[in-house]
């Protein structure tokens, strides 16, 4: 007999007695019954170890799928609780007032057109304002702010805008929240995916774009979260990080409708800049089916890129029948891009360690620098001694090991983008070769700017 006929022949005996018991005696059988059948049904959770009486239960599994009721009851909830965190914080209208409270307040004199505020009058400010501000009031906060004031007071400015920025950060946090399908504080590519997207319409330096353009931008926004903030490919970023990086900052930018072409150009998020890293993709693919093989993005930049390190592309990332799509395509860019950057390196270096030993030696140096070598002759120059770059590259990362260089050497001697240049690259390395005489040509310019 199942849990449900139970409940019924109970409710049945109930019905029969009703009239000797009280509604609330009733009430309460019911209940005990229900707990009783259902925690016999799904079997009892008490445990006998004596841990449980001092140590309270801090884990809870996540509803399987076919549970479909718990699944439910666990995202009204999560709605709930974001609808209610959402509530707490301070409106335009709770924000102008304010404003209003600590211009009123405000403690003078004034450094320069600055208005300042001493701690009595914080306090003065904090009992006006309401239980909803009264976070922002607190002893820390105003020495947080405090800076080199004579009179120990703080910018009624900067304390508006901390608010504000706190403010934000919580509204952006409850935004993205609510696209937290698993409820666990980060994002998998989906999700982060479906943020940007219904963000679109709301950002008008977008207002451009066709709409059969919208999933490529999405591609590229979501590429660039997912490569910085993510580099060991667990297909998911934490929310906080997206808070804690400028990229959210980057993309929000966008709704500004008087932002600067040069600002739209050094965007990754932009119109113009998506389409010009989309376009770039489209002029590399000379058969237009969709993917670059690597005869293709040979041509990619200047067309510099020895043979040697784009075979290892094709060989390290992913790729369908020895093609790249465009989504590893963006990946190769921001490397490309970014190679300053420790996630750029780590992308880089993965593939400079041909030996797949976790350091680069004397080989892998060499393996990659003869390409560099053979291109040099293709262009009628004289080849470089290896045994010379071999030697600056070693003295430019300083490595803990004379004889290997590992990431972290390479990110922390602040030489990678030049290491890397020097080795995959036959521009970068003539750049890299010539670069006393390039300084010499850029002073001699700035010098005859200035004459004139």
């Known amino acids: 007999m199942d849990w449900v006929q139970k409940l019924k022949d109970y409710n049945t005996k109930k019905e029969a007695i009703k009239g ?42 996540l509803p399987a799928e076919d549970e479909v009721l718990l699944q439910k009851l666990r995202e009204e909830s999560r709605a709930v609780f974001l609808q209610r965190r959402s509530r707490e914080l301070l409106d335009n209208d709770e924000l102008q007032n304010l404003w209003f409270l600590l211009d009123k307040h405000h403690t003078p004199p ?91 319409p709301t950002l008008p330096q977008l207002d451009g774009l066709e ?4 999933s490529f931008y999405v591609c590229t926004a979501v590429r660039k979260f997912f490569f910085f903030l993510d580099p060991m490919r667990t297909g998911k ?36 800049s998506a389409l010009r890293v989309y376009g770039q993709y489209l002029n ?37 029948d020895g093609e790249m799509d465009y989504k590893t395509y963006l990946d190769f860019v921001l490397a490309l891009e970014n190679r300053k950057e420790p996630q750029a390196l780590q992308y880089i270096f993965k593939l400079l360690d041909v030996q797949g030993r976790g350091y680069l030696n004397v080989f892998a140096l060499n393996f990659f620098f003869r390409a560099i070598q053979e291109q040099m002759k293709m262009h009628g120059q004289e080849p470089v001694s290896f045994a010379d770059v071999k030697d600056e590259i070693f003295d430019m990362v300083k490595p803990e090991d004379p004889l290997k260089i590992a990431l972290p050497d390479l990110i922390n001697s602040g030489q990678g983008e030049t290491v890397t240049s020097i080795l995959i690259d036959l521009n970068g390395f003539w750049t890299y070769e010539n670069r006393e005489v390039l300084v010499a040509e850029a002073n001699a310019e700035e010098s005859q700017e200035q004459e004139v």
């Open 20 to 61: 000797k018991r009280s509604e609330s005696d009733i009430k309460y059988e019911e209940t005990e019954e229900f707990n009783k059948i259902y925690n016999k049904c799904k079997g009892s959770r008490k445990q006998n170890h004596n841990s449980y009486t001092s140590i309270p239960r801090f884990y809870y599994k």
């Open 110 to 200: 004034l450094v320069g057109e600055d208005q300042m505020i001493n701690y009595e009058d914080f306090l003065r400010v904090a009992e006006e304002a309401g239980a909803k501000c009264k976070p922002f009031f607190t002893a820390t906060v105003f020495a947080k702010l405090q800076q080199t004031d004579p009179y120990g007071r703080i910018s009624i400015m900067q304390f508006f805008n901390y608010v504000m920025r706190k403010v934000w950060l919580h509204q952006t946090r409850i935004g993205l929240s609510l696209y937290d399908v698993a409820g666990q504080g980060y994002l998998k590519e989906s999700d982060l995916e479906n943020y940007i997207l219904e963000l679109i």
């Open 211 to 214: 709409k059969s353009f919208y």
């Open 237 to 272: 970023i934490k929310i906080q990080d997206i808070l804690a990086c400028s990229f959210l900052d980057d993309l929000l930018e966008l709704r500004d409708e008087d932002l600067p072409k040069d600002a739209q150009d050094s965007n990754w998020f932009s119109a113009p």
């Open 284 to 320: 590399l693919d000379k058969d237009h089916n969709g993917m670059l093989s690597k005869d293709e993005l040979s041509r990619y930049g200047t067309g510099t890129l020895t043979d040697v390190f784009l075979e290892r592309v094709f060989q390290e990332c992913l790729t369908y």
